[in-house]
Nanobody
């Protein structure tokens, strides 16, 4: 089994910064993609960013230029540096990982989520 654990959420004022981290553990031989999603109450889960093991990163338009995703050297850890935070960034942030279970199939895993609240 695979487990993803997020850390780093909390309360921050508008314009502030937070750094989220996520570590994957368990029966992992390789990881194709790691990323972040978020979900605010009453809203659908929203894709935020992802990164491949080769370092190619993509961002949602709403967070471009403010958030930076990166992967650890061990390729089982992902970070999300969040700067210039806005109240609309308030959500539960979930880490995700796409892990191959065989040569033709991948499985998506999710962490338990960490709360980020941006408020004065």
């Amino acid at each position: 089994q695979v487990q993803l654990v997020e850390n780093g959420g909390g309360l921050v004022q508008p314009g502030g910064s937070l750094r989220l981290s996520c570590a994957a553990s368990g029966s992992i031989f390789s990881i194709n993609v790691m990323g972040w999603y978020r979900q605010a109450p009453g809203k659908q889960r929203e894709w935020v960013a992802d990164i491949t093991t080769s370092g190619s990163a993509n961002y949602a338009d709403s967070v471009k230029s403010r958030f930076t995703i990166s992967m650890g050297n061990a390729k089982n850890t992902v970070y999300l540096q969040m700067d210039s935070l806005k109240p609309e960034d308030t959500a539960v942030y979930y880490c995700s990982a796409r892990i191959p279970s065989n040569p033709w199939r991948t499985t998506n895993y999710w962490g338990q989520g960490t709360q980020v609240t941006v408020s004065s």
